[in-house]
């Protein structure tokens, strides 16, 4: 959906889902502060930071979903500009995610 139009983004309906996801994120983020200042086993915090990797990288594919579900067909339906817009978007982040 366009930013402009009051329904929001496409990710609206999920967003506490996303929120959720977000926080048990950010409490894995402390806990491998946590484990650097212990000093434990590198391994055992690799292991933590792949767990963390994956977390986000699903909710980045999610967020992409909702975007080219929502915000790039409803572009491509009203046949503007706005819809090559879209499509540069998504392939902006596909691009960032394909490298991280």
Not at 31 to 57: N, P, W
Request: glycine share 6%; proline share 0%.
């Amino acid at each position: 959906m366009s930013e402009s139009t009051s329904s929001g983004h496409g990710y609206i309906h999920r967003k506490e889902e996303y929120l959720t996801r977000l926080r048990r994120i950010e409490g894995q983020a402390r806990g491998l502060q946590r484990m650097v200042e212990a000093e434990e086993y590198c391994i055992d915090i690799l292991t933590q930071v792949s767990a963390m990797t994956k977390a986000l990288q699903a909710v980045s594919l999610g967020l992409l979903d909702e975007h080219l579900s929502h915000c790039v067909v409803d572009a491509a339906r009203a046949g503007d500009a706005e819809a090559r817009v879209k499509i540069d978007e998504a392939v902006a982040a596909i691009t960032r995610l394909v490298r991280s």
